[in-house]
């Protein structure tokens, strides 16, 4: 009885950090514009010191500046252009830092 109330608690206090990654730090740049593959182009997001692409709508307050610091939540993107192109990101959520 009391490993399985030891394995509720664990459950009840970490089960929310699985289902919701933590935000990231990110800089939005402008989006890359290819007329010779529907894969490449995009907008491209620096986090940390990586370079990805995403093809998730953005917000046109986003397209005004060069440049924009933000917080995001991502994953890798599981279409037929993510599984082609290794730094294809899909956006799950995005805000101004």
């Known amino acids: 009885m ?3 109330l030891s394995l509720l608690t664990f459950i009840l206090t970490t089960g929310c950090q699985f289902i919701k990654p933590k935000e990231e730090p990110a ?11 529907s894969c490449c182009g995009g907008w491209v997001v620096r986090v ?3 370079n990805y692409r995403t093809h998730s709508d953005i917000p046109d307050t986003y397209s ?3 440049s924009t610091n933000v917080l995001i939540r991502y994953q890798k993107d599981d279409s037929p252009c993510g599984k082609a192109m290794s ?3 899909t956006l799950r959520s995005l805000r101004k830092r």
Request: charged residues 20%.
């Open 2 to 4: 009391r490993s399985l």
């Open 27 to 37: 800089v939005l740049y402008h989006p890359e514009i290819s007329t010779m593959c």
């Open 48 to 50: 940390g010191s990586t």
């Open 64 to 66: 005004k500046v060069d």
């Open 87 to 89: 730094d294809l990101i």
